[in-house]
């Protein structure tokens, strides 16, 4: 309803959001009970129903991995707010070579949040 999931679609002002209360009720989860409860699977079907009687469906079987720009996109999305520009870049390099740091302080020092 808002193009994407993120974040702030989990706030407390979303939950409340009359635009997905009037959404929520015209969802209904329906739980598959020949499935096992531990599943590891990534079955996801969805249907959708049209007034007009018309029902669409399609099922995924295993998730789409995202790319490297996918993941480089969110974890700036993410840092947005919290980390300067300069920090999320200097935090994003450090996390792609952090198996080859000898000491893994300077990126925590850029990630922890200090009151």
């Not at 598959?32 to 079987?61: C, M, N, Q, Y």
């Not at 969110?74 to 870049?89: F, I, K, N």
């Amino acid at each position: 309803m808002k193009g994407k999931v993120w974040v702030n679609s989990f706030t407390d002002e979303s939950v409340v959001d009359h635009q997905y209360e009037e959404a929520r009720k015209k969802i209904e989860v329906v739980i598959h009970p020949e499935w096992p409860t531990s599943r590891v699977d990534a079955r996801a079907p969805v249907t959708i129903a049209l007034k007009d009687g018309r029902k669409f469906s399609k099922e995924l079987d295993t998730p789409r991995e995202p790319t490297m720009e996918e993941l480089f996109t969110r974890y700036r999305e993410a840092a947005d707010g919290v980390l300067t520009s300069d920090q999320t870049e200097k935090s994003l390099d450090l996390l792609l070579k952090m198996e080859n740091l000898k000491d893994v302080s300077e990126v925590m020092n850029l990630l922890v949040f200090r009151m």
